[in-house]
């Protein structure tokens, strides 16, 4: 699929993986809707890569029907998520908070789920761009995390494991509309949650990966990206970015 001159919505799409892609696309030529809760920083990006900002809460259904209003996006790109730290049982026996590992579920997993579905319908109704009849692609961001989760990734790695779940059947339920759906199971990257580490704890975590030993660059996330979109033999799979890494328990 050609990127230029087609509508592409990105969730959280004001920081990390979600901004690097944000700017990828707009840089192909694509019309992109910058998704987030982040309004200072998304109105920011939106306005220096002529694109559009639309406030939009993932894990609301209605709040993404707005947000979509007018669009015809080709191409989504789910990038919004949380990854909160909670142990099954904690160090004085209390359980794990309920609403925090339903807040994960549903922005992480309902709210992908919420932002594809309807993209997908918006989709359906186009017309086929190219021979193959070609109509869209989803992207969707698992994690290393649904394979391998840590202790306190219980919620997280749920959240990412249902997202890697859903990725064949939902190829599956769209193939005969020319919709294509992907994941990315992105291994440790240098998004906002680690940037604020001290550069010797980014050091060390890069250097749990195989080759190459460092943290991988959102740009990198990305070319990925890119190179899913214009690949049309790319369909129904989960492809781990993790410079080789498998997540130790801790």
């Keep these: 699929m050609q990127i230029s001159d087609i509508q592409a919505v990105v969730t959280g799409g004001a920081s990390g993986l979600g901004e690097a892609t944000a700017r990828m696309l707009a840089s192909a030529g694509a019309k992109v809707a910058i998704f987030d809760m982040n309004a200072t920083r998304g109105e920011a990006l939106a306005a220096e890569i002529s694109g559009s900002f639309h406030l939009v809460d993932v894990a609301d259904a209605a709040s993404v029907a707005q947000g979509l209003q007018g669009l015809s996006p080709r191409i989504c790109v789910n990038c919004a998520g949380i990854a909160p730290g909670a142990k099954t049982v904690d160090r004085d026996g209390n359980p794990h908070d309920a609403a925090l590992f339903a807040k994960a579920i549903n922005i992480n997993l309902i709210g992908t789920f919420n932002v594809a579905s309807q993209c997908a319908a918006l989709m359906v109704a186009a017309a086929p761009q190219d021979d193959d009849g070609a109509r869209g692609v989803i992207i969707n961001t698992a994690s290393v995390a649904a394979f ?43 998004t906002p949650m680690l940037e604020g580490l001290p550069q010797e704890v980014q050091d060390s975590l890069g250097a749990q990966a195989p080759f190459p030993a460092r943290l991988g660059k959102p740009s990198e996330y990305a070319q990925l990206v890119r190179q899913i979109i214009e690949n049309p033999m790319l369909n129904g799979e989960v492809i781990r970015l993790d410079a080789a890494i498998r997540m130790a328990p801790k």
């Design 148 to 190: 391998e989760g840590q202790i306190g990734q219980t919620a997280y790695a749920a959240s990412k494991g249902g997202v890697a779940a859903l990725t064949l059947p939902m190829a599956r339920d769209l193939a005969r509309s020319g919709v294509r759906v992907m994941a990315i199971a992105p291994g440790l990257f240098l």
